[in-house]
């Protein structure tokens, strides 16, 4: 037989072994070149990364205590946080904000005023900061010792368009580049890094699926190559006199 037969053959046949066989998948709603929504699901429910992102906060809430500084808003301290917060403050970078109590650009790594909160929330901020190792030393500067740092970026994530024409969209996470990004700052002994989400968790959300769009048993089921969501409980250390 020719060899360009028997290529050809060859080809055919490892198609019909694929399930389903190449060019035949069903792709359904999600055949489209536009996202089912642009605004990750807020205008259909609880965005898969939030949902992510409160599993990871419920788990560490005890850490929500004392003197808490949140980014942008103090939605997670007063949902996570209850009776244990004794003072609650909002960091924003621009001036105006209602929720803001103070004005800081974390990117100064001398920004605010040093060992001061017992508890920093810092959710999907740190992709938006260009020099993240100067915030994430401002970050820890700012926790008093034994302070702990609770933050979660994008890791698989459509570009915020909100965010991107104002101050900047410039990353995206493993728990690799994680890992070695806090190593430069915390003890590495004091971090734990995790990662959320699975292939059809990340393919929903980057169509702008709600968490309501899927069943728990598909959010939770965790797959290490489809990091849609990273997470770190960071603790900087008590010193010594």
């Known amino acids: ?52 992102i409160e599993e990871f906060l419920a788990r560490f809430s005890t850490d929500i205590r004392g003197h808490v500084l949140e980014v942008g808003d103090d939605r997670y301290t007063k949902k996570f946080g209850v009776n244990r917060v004794t003072r609650s403050d909002v960091v924003h970078v621009e001036e105006g904000q209602p929720n803001a109590t103070l004005v800081a650009d974390l990117s100064d790594d001398r920004a605010l005023a040093p060992d001061r909160f017992d508890c920093i929330i810092c959710t999907q901020t740190l992709q938006f900061i260009y020099d993240v190792p100067a915030a994430l030393r401002c970050l820890y500067r700012n926790l008093k010792p034994g302070g702990i740092l609770l933050a979660t970026f994008a890791g698989i994530s459509q570009v915020s368009r909100f965010d991107m024409d104002r101050w900047g969209d410039y990353w995206r996470f493993t728990t690799l580049s994680t890992r070695r990004v806090f190593d430069g700052v915390f003890p590495p002994e004091n971090l734990q890094i995790n990662a959320y989400g699975n292939v059809l968790a990340s393919v929903a959300f980057l169509h702008g699926m709600a968490a309501e769009d899927l069943t728990k048993e598909e959010l939770d089921y965790h797959d290490p190559d489809y990091q849609l969501l990273i997470t770190v409980r960071a603790v900087k250390p008590v010193t010594t006199p």
């Open 1 to 52: 037989m020719p060899v360009p037969a028997r290529r050809w053959i060859e080809r055919q046949g490892r198609k019909l072994n694929q399930w389903p066989p190449v060019g035949k998948v069903d792709f359904g709603d999600f055949r489209r070149l536009s996202p089912i929504s642009e605004k990750f699901g807020l205008d259909r429910g609880l965005c898969i990364d939030r949902y992510y």
